[in-house]
């Protein structure tokens, strides 16, 4: 089944500790894209990656580094979580920049 | 970075009824996209738009990409209690080699009986 996956699906973690969001697709797809989703302010794009080794800030990129050693993974990393970082986070792929995106089912995250 | 203004912000319809929502940028995009969200998932693509003008059908959907490439519309006919959720625009635009997506606040749609 074609699909992308999130782990972990729920994580509460505390304020500097170090954590990875990791993200999968199993479809071949050139470009991925991490976004937050937060109450009344929708999707923001964190990153996005147009190819492996190729990635570029989104429009909330602070505190946030991603890397695409592989074609199939594009993981988030949060080196030193902040309570402000606290959110729904959505990873997506599409086959190719400018074609839609398909969103995985989400990771919530909390910071205390 | 781009604002993406979407209303209206909530609806309450009744089963049957038609439903109406659009979005407006203060910049141009290249394609214009139409996901819903349900609860604990993550957004579904619905339409995509590719041309300025394009009106699409997917079912009882129905999107248009605006002349002016700053606004979109998306329609539902005869609503039924599935189409329940939140509905999100999104413009894509490309320069060079880079390619953003911005998503608009969402409309939440609940159908009642």
């Known amino acids: 089944e074609a699909q992308v996956t999130q782990n972990p699906r729920y994580l509460i973690t505390v304020t500097g500790k170090k954590l990875t969001v990791t993200c999968s697709q199993n479809?071949?797809?050139?470009?991925m894209s991490w976004y937050r989703q937060d109450p009344g302010l929708g999707l923001r794009q964190i990153y996005y990656s147009m190819n492996v080794e190729v990635t570029d800030k989104g429009d909330v990129p602070e505190g946030y580094k991603v890397s695409r050693k592989e074609k199939r993974n594009f993981p988030l990393i949060l080196e030193s979580p902040s309570p402000n970082q606290t959110s729904l986070y959505f990873c997506a792929s599409s086959p190719y920049v400018d074609h839609e995106q398909y969103f995985g089912p989400g990771t919530r995250l909390t910071v205390t | 970075g781009q604002q993406l203004n979407q209303s209206p912000q909530s609806m309450f319809i009744q089963e049957g009824e038609d439903v109406s929502m659009n979005c407006t940028s203060s910049?141009?995009?290249?394609?214009w996209l139409w996901y819903k969200q349900e609860p604990g998932e993550g957004p579904v693509l619905l339409i995509a738009l590719y041309k300025a003008g394009e009106l699409t059908s997917n079912g009882r959907l129905t999107a248009q990409f605006g002349i002016t490439r700053k606004d979109s519309f998306l329609n539902i006919s005869a609503s039924i209690p599935s189409d329940v959720g939140i509905y999100f625009c999104?413009?894509?635009?490309?320069?060079?080699?880079?390619?953003?997506?911005?998503f608009g606040t969402g409309t939440r749609l609940q159908v009642t009986l």
């Open positions: 479809m071949n797809h050139e470009y």
């Open positions: 910049s141009i995009f290249n394609t």
């Open positions: 999104a413009g894509q635009l490309r320069a060079g080699t880079a390619s953003k997506l911005t």
